[in-house]
Structure formats: structure tokens, C-alpha cells
């Protein structure tokens, strides 16, 4: 049976992820409660969303739930039982979303590198033209004026010579 997921949340007392749903065959829609288990402040939210997604029980129906989505809603759950506000929680998920340009990612560890270059591929797909879409043109020409100042760098100059 295939089923449409409308809606997902996160009920906080007791810990579940809700998801609304209908069936393709009928219109009627249906709620589907699944209890958070062994989920605490320290666990990981992209693991507990993998789980949660290959579950047997659940597996039909968050077909149609992004595993993004799952893990934001871990991540509020986790905010949640740290004693964050919802705001700090969605907040903090954004952050976590986010690349600051200026940070150095050479001294960063392996695990953190690995999650700032997934966003990173998540959103050069994104934002990526594809042969299909309407706005794409195939070998685009730029002029570049010549009649401009170049920036000098450092790096640009060689040893001997002066700035």
C-alpha cells in the first residue's frame, strides 16, 4: 500500500515524531504517532532519523519524509531535552545548517568536515542548473573588462620583487 505524507511534527510530552497522512487509494487522512525510544540529550539525531526511516513498522509511511526533515525534528526533540525554547532549537538546527565563510575548516575534525561538506554538496545540488530546467543555457560567453585596474596579491608577486 502506498501512502502520502501531509505533514510531519515532533510532540514533546511524550516524545514522538507525528506524521498526517492519506493512503493513494482513499481521502481519508490519518495520523500516525511514533514513539521516540532511547533518545537522549547526547544521541545522535542524524543516526536516531536513519533508524527511525529503515524501521520496518514505519518504513511505508516515511517514504515521502526527507531524512532532513527527520533529523530537524530529532534536533528540536534534543533542544527540547537539553531545556532550549523551540526558537533556540530551530535557531541553533539553522546554524548547524549554515557555513560561516570565515571559519577555517583546516582545523576541524574529521567528523565535523565531513557534515560541513555534505551541506556544502547539498546545496551546490540545489542551486545547480540541470540541462532540463527552463532557465538553462548551454556554453555562456563572459567579457570581462580589460580596461580595469587588476588587484595585486601577495601570493602574485614573486620573491625578489617588492609590493
Sequence with gaps: MTYIAKKCGVCF???SIILIYTEASKDKTRQR??????FS??????????????????????EGVSLCQLQKLYSLLKGHLRGE??????????QEKTIDPEEDMNKLDDKELDKRKRIMDE???????????PDFIYDIEVEF???EQLESC??????????
Design 41 to 62: 540529550m547526547f544521541s545522535d539525531c542524524s543516526m536516531a532519523a536513519e533508524q527511525l526511516k529503515n524501521n520496518s513498522q514505519h518504513k511505508a509511511y516515511l
Design 13 to 15: 510530552e511524550p516524545p
Design 123 to 133: 546545496l551546490f545540488e540545489k542551486n545547480r542548473k540541470k540541462k532540463d530546467d
Design 145 to 147: 573588462p580589460k580596461d
Design 33 to 38: 504517532i511514533m514513539p521516540v525510544r532511547n
Design 154 to 163: 601577495s601570493w602574485d608577486v614573486e620573491s625578489g620583487e617588492e609590493i
Design 85 to 94: 525554547s523551540l526558537a533556540e532549537s530551530l535557531e541553533k538546527f539553522q
